[in-house]
């Protein structure tokens, strides 16, 4: 029970760092180097508490949804090593004795694509593992209606915020600097972040 409870609290801590290193506007480069800093250590301890999942990884059936919930794990870890490698090759404060570790264009031209994935992803990720949990709700029809509701026109918003934000330019690699920031307090960038996860969580919750 301790165990699940620390492992839920770090999920809780890690999806906080995220929609903070994608608040770059607000962070600044010190803030965001450290708070990646932060979070590559996170996902390290995340992994060692869930060491279990490499172990079974080649036993028992594969049903679709556990297919689907290990492919995404798996591009996860990839888009999170990716963006952690590039992060620190280009790091000014945090770690400078790393900078150059791959060269700087390199660097420059993945790390916001694989991060724009690291999001995307986690986003699925989060919508997989709550999808048992919305499946199970005891509420009533009426209840359950009411929900999907909101959460499609949240949903809904999200898609205006990612396309507002240009999140299919930097996804596809197109776009190698953040270009398209949506200003405000530091409250309005996280909401909007939170916005831009509900797409991804909604579609992989009930579809």
């Given at each position: 029970?301790?165990?699940?409870?620390?492992?839920?609290?770090?999920?809780?801590?890690?999806?906080?760092?995220?929609?903070?290193?994608?608040?770059?506007?607000?962070?600044?480069?010190?803030?965001?180097?450290?708070l990646g800093i932060a979070m590559t250590v996170l996902v390290i301890v995340h992994h060692i508490l869930n060491r279990r999942w490499y172990t079974a990884l080649f036993k028992g059936k594969y049903t679709a949804y556990r297919t689907v919930i290990t492919v995404v794990d798996c591009l996860l870890l990839i888009s999170f090593a990716?963006?952690?490698?590039?992060?620190?090759?280009?790091?000014?404060?945090?770690?400078?004795?790393?900078?150059?570790?791959?060269?700087?264009?390199?660097?420059?031209?993945?790390?916001?694509?694989v991060s724009w994935w690291s999001f995307v992803l986690m986003s699925i990720h989060i919508g997989l593992h709550l999808k048992p949990v919305f499946a199970g709700l005891k509420v009533s029809e009426r209840a359950k209606l009411i929900i999907k509701i909101v959460l499609a026109v949240l949903g809904a918003i999200g898609i205006l915020m990612l396309s507002?934000?240009?999140?299919?330019?930097?996804?596809?690699?197109?776009?190698?600097?953040?270009?398209?920031?949506?200003?405000?307090?530091?409250?309005?960038?996280?909401?909007?972040n939170i916005l831009m996860m509900l797409p991804w969580m909604v579609t992989t919750i009930y579809f």
């Open positions: 029970m301790k165990k699940t409870i620390v492992k839920r609290t770090l999920d809780i801590i890690l999806t906080i760092l995220l929609l903070f290193l994608m608040a770059y506007q607000v962070t600044g480069d010190l803030w965001h180097e450290w990716l963006a952690a490698l590039t992060g620190i090759s280009m790091s000014a404060y945090a770690v400078p004795f790393l900078n150059g570790l791959i060269p700087m264009m390199t660097a420059m031209k993945l790390h916001l694509g507002l934000e240009g999140a299919g330019n930097y996804l596809t690699f197109r776009t190698h600097f953040a270009t398209h920031f949506i200003e405000g307090p530091t409250i309005v960038i996280i909401l909007k």
